[in-house]
């Protein structure tokens, strides 16, 4: 589905990345780990094409990112949910509007998608907080928003960039859950973190493959996590 291909990615004189070959296969559950500023968030955006390649290739669903007009890249990401690392919203649309707001800019009637978007709130725990503001929300609130909001167009990949780090782990578990439904459901997740107890978590429930970025490489990470 996506695919790097000896890629690397410099900016300012220096290189974060280089020689990174990953494949992400449908069904198939990832985590990315690594230190802070190790380029984890880098490589979700090359994944889903925010930022070119320096150096390789990267491609989705066949398609090299590089070749892709703007309108053929907005349908590609049609198939791409992301759940970013800051949950930004508009503060001054209710949560729903706010979930809702791909369907919109996709040109969908969100309207019409009613009985899904009701459906989907339940589904993440928040249908009692359909017409409460972003800023009324916990952090735990927010991540299960960012959460329905990625997955709201019904995407084949889930890219999250550390999902779970800024609530408590009972939260972090709940969100786990919602992801790896999601992975039985047929969805392949890449998820961004670098909580160890999160991923020995979600190994205990499905196939998961570990990803280390370390001295700017990718490489599997040993069986010992």
């Known amino acids: ?14 290189e974060l990345l280089s020689d990174v070959s990953v494949q992400l296969i449908p069904g198939s559950f990832h985590f ?23 150096a390789g290739r990267a491609r989705a669903f066949e398609a090299d990112l590089r070749d892709l007009n703007r309108d053929q890249m907005a349908m590609l990401r049609r198939r791409i949910g992301v759940v970013h690392q800051d949950c930004r919203f508009l503060d001054h649309l209710p949560l729903a509007d ?11 009637d969100a309207s019409q998608e009613g009985s899904d978007l009701k459906e989907l709130m339940q589904w993440v725990g928040l249908s009692e907080r359909a017409h409460a503001l972003p800023p009324e929300l916990s952090g735990g609130e927010r991540q299960r928003a960012a959460l329905a909001r990625a997955v709201i167009m019904s995407p084949d990949v889930i890219l999250a960039d550390e999902p779970t780090g ?4 009972e939260m972090s578990q709940r969100l786990l859950q919602l992801l790896v439904e999601l992975n039985r459901m047929g969805k392949t997740i890449l998820i961004a973190s670098h909580d160890l107890a999160l991923i020995r978590a979600a190994k205990s429930q499905v196939s998961v493959r570990v990803l280390r970025i370390s001295d700017r490489r990718l490489q599997l990470a040993g069986a010992d996590l």
Not at 32 to 53: E, I, M, R, V
Not at 98 to 108: D, E, K, R
Request: hydrophobic share 35%; aromatic share 8%; charged share 10%.
């Open 1 to 14: 589905m996506i695919e790097l291909e000896n890629v690397g990615y410099s900016y300012g004189g220096g």
């Open 32 to 54: 990315l780990t690594g230190p802070s500023g190790s380029g984890k968030s880098t490589l979700l955006k090359l994944c889903y094409g925010a930022l070119t390649p320096t």
């Open 98 to 108: 706010n979930i809702a707001l791909p369907l919109t800019v996709s040109g969908h």
């Open 166 to 169: 800024n609530v408590d782990w």
